[in-house]
């Protein structure tokens, strides 16, 4: 296990056109992951901290980090705890403030890290209809991050601006690209460790839905005579707010929920036939039901 995703909290604040989130099983049953509950797990991931090293720690999963009135304390115990770890935090920024910005930066700085923002358009008014949060708002919060910041912390602003099979834009790349390239001269903002990206979005393993977009619902059959692989389900652990630990991040219906670690210790988990089933599906040692969440992704990986 290199790499980790944990969700303290089920709410985004967002409605991204993009995203599957707003029609998700968080929607239909919401929560915040307990005190207790996130140090266990912390304590129980120390066994695999040399291979973490290595990957990275995410205290978020399908989720805005921001809507846990408790994720800074929770990401400075998680630097605290795994000093050598590359924490990744991702967010649209709507409900950062001046406060939480320095205090992130107080805890990342001088660390690895990776701070990523969702920037789904080039204008206000752009991530206004594509994200349904305030456009202007979320800039002025991102405008102070990276002025405060001023070069400490690795800054990704992506924008996941068109479909893997460009059949849906939302916005032109090179003018989201130009755009910030503007507002850093604008602002007088530090470029070093900033980063302007501009991707296409996948439809999570089905559960996008955007009016007019045609694609296949089914792109593979996994089985004996289909082998497959993909790094989800053996290189990553992705655990929900009540302790549920599902296959992917593509998992927005809770349909791989293999154990939980309120009861058992993620060691139990690894080594049940839950999880061993689940495995066996991903890799093609056993035919898998036409729509598994596998044969219906189009991004390994996630």
Not at 74 to 79: E, P, S, Y
Not at 217 to 230: E, L, M, Q, S, T
């Amino acid at each position: 296990m290199r790499f980790v995703q944990i969700q303290t909290a089920s709410y985004c604040n967002a409605k991204c056109i993009i995203c599957p989130h707003k029609d998700s099983w968080m929607r239909k049953h919401p929560g915040t992951m307990t005190d207790s509950l996130y140090q266990k797990i912390l304590e129980e991931l120390q066994e695999w901290e040399d291979e973490l090293n290595t990957g990275k720690m995410c205290p978020y999963l399908m989720n805005e980090p921001f809507c846990d009135s408790k994720i800074l304390d929770r990401i400075r115990l998680m630097r605290e705890m795994f000093p050598n770890t590359l924490i990744e935090i991702s967010t649209n920024a709507e409900l950062m403030t001046p406060d939480k910005s320095r205090k992130l930066i107080d805890i990342l700085a001088g660390t690895k890290h990776d701070v990523w923002i969702s920037r789904h358009g080039v204008t206000p008014e752009d991530v206004k209809r594509n994200m349904f949060i305030d456009g202007e708002k979320s800039l002025e919060n991102i405008i102070y991050l990276l002025k405060e910041a001023d070069g400490q912390l690795n800054i990704a602003i992506k924008g996941f601006l068109y479909s893997f099979d460009d059949k849906v834009r939302l916005s032109k790349p090179r003018a989201f690209i130009r755009y910030w390239q503007n507002k850093f001269k604008e602002h007088d903002i530090k470029t070093n460790n900033i980063r302007v990206v501009a991707k296409s979005f996948h439809d999570r393993s089905g559960n996008v839905k955007i009016k007019g977009w045609q694609k296949p619902a089914i792109v593979r059959h996994i089985g004996p005579n289909n082998k497959f692989y993909c790094p989800r389900v053996d290189k990553w652990l992705h655990i929900l707010w009540n302790g549920d630990v599902i296959l992917c991040c593509n998992d927005y219906q809770h349909e791989t929920m293999f154990g939980n670690v309120k009861n058992q210790t993620i060691k139990e988990i690894l080594n049940s036939d839950s999880y061993k089933r689940i495995k066996d599906m991903v890799l093609g040692n056993v035919e898998t039901p036409k729509d598994f969440i596998c044969n219906r992704c189009t991004r390994i990986g996630g």
